[in-house]
């Protein structure tokens, strides 16, 4: 029965404005992302009067639909350009598109996008990020927003906004996450081979992603720490592993991850709790047992501290949407 309820439940249509000069990369990620979500999304793409639009490479890109399909869509995506593209207030033609928006359609900016929502309004008063490079820009153009430059994404509710590139690639798997759970969001960063969960929280910028030649990576020691979350392990135990001194240890993960080991334990715990919260019928307290939360107490902190909701909160969501 839930099968046929979801053959017969219409795909959710994503509209990605695409706006001069975008980015190539940034522009197709809604469509190879979402379009990997087994059917649940329709991903068309427009631009502000249906022509071709300038991309910051060497060639243009031309699209099936004009802005009117922006009235049709329950998600948009405003892709990125380059700073010298930003524009300083909207072009007419840009507010006339936006303006098409419904009210209660969610909206997703990638990269510098978050200046046309800015411009736009639709960030006044909202937490939001941008690329880092810019953020001193765009908070002196806009101090009304709650500008946090160090996160990869930020979800404020209906609308969402990412940093630069690749966390294009995280917000969508965060949005089918969000939407469907983290089985099929797992199943669609398998399919299109990039990382299945890298938390909003992440920093942005990483000084030291890899390691120095020569230098010993905690690459080996995070992949034996996912198979025993369950465990109780402590700082000692992963530079024991890995068989460096503490602070060595710490300084290289985080050199590595953009957290403290405690932080990324924490998430991937978190992660592993919503997908049995999702694909099982244990109860809190054995899920906490199974993904090393000391109670289901602590589960339920964890799980509110990261996503707002309790545990059962978020079961019944995913209960519901399955039938």
């Known amino acids: 029965m839930a099968d046929m309820q979801l053959l017969n439940r219409r ?9 001069d000069g975008a980015y190539p990369f940034e522009l197709g990620i809604p469509s190879r992302i979402l379009g990997a979500a087994d059917g649940h999304y329709e991903v068309l793409t427009c631009t502000v009067d249906g022509r071709p639009v300038r991309t910051s490479a060497d060639f243009t890109v031309g699209v099936a639909h004009g802005p009117e399909v922006l009235e049709t869509a329950d998600t948009v995506v405003v892709t990125s350009m380059p700073p010298e593209y930003i ?51 765009f908070r002196r153009r806009f101090p009304q927003v709650d500008l946090d430059p160090d ?35 797992n199943s669609v960063a398998r399919r299109c081979v990039v990382p299945p969960f890298r938390d909003g929280g992440q920093a942005q910028y990483i000084e030291q992603p890899v390691p120095v030649s020569g230098a010993a990576s905690t690459a080996a020691t995070r992949t034996w720490a996912l198979e025993r979350l369950d465990e109780p392990l402590t700082l000692s135990d992963l530079a024991g592993h890995a068989r460096m001194s503490l602070r060595t240890f710490a300084r290289r993960f985080n050199d590595e991850v953009g957290l403290s080991p405690g932080r990324w334990l924490i998430q991937q715990r978190v992660a592993r709790a919503r997908h049995l919260l999702e694909s099982s019928d244990l109860p809190v307290d ?4 199974e993904v090393g939360f000391a109670t289901g107490a602590s589960l339920r902190q964890h799980l509110h501290a990261a996503i707002g909701v309790s545990p059962q909160a978020y079961r019944r969501t995913f209960q519901q949407a399955a039938r």
């Open 87 to 137: 524009p300083v207030g909207l072009p007419d033609e840009v507010s006339a598109a936006l303006a098409r928006i419904r009210p209660d359609a969610r909206i997703v900016s990638i990269c510098t996008a978050a200046f046309v929502l800015a411009e736009a309004g639709l960030l006044d008063g909202r937490r939001a990020t941008t690329h880092w490079q810019v953020a001193d820009h």
């Open 151 to 185: 996160v990869l994404f930020v979800d404020d509710g209906r609308v969402l906004t990412s940093a630069g590139a690749a966390s294009g690639v995280d917000i969508c798997l965060h949005i089918v996450r969000t939407d469907h759970g983290s089985e099929l969001a």
């Open 11 to 19: 795909p959710e249509r994503v509209v990605v404005l695409a706006l």
């Open 286 to 289: 054995r899920i906490a047992a």
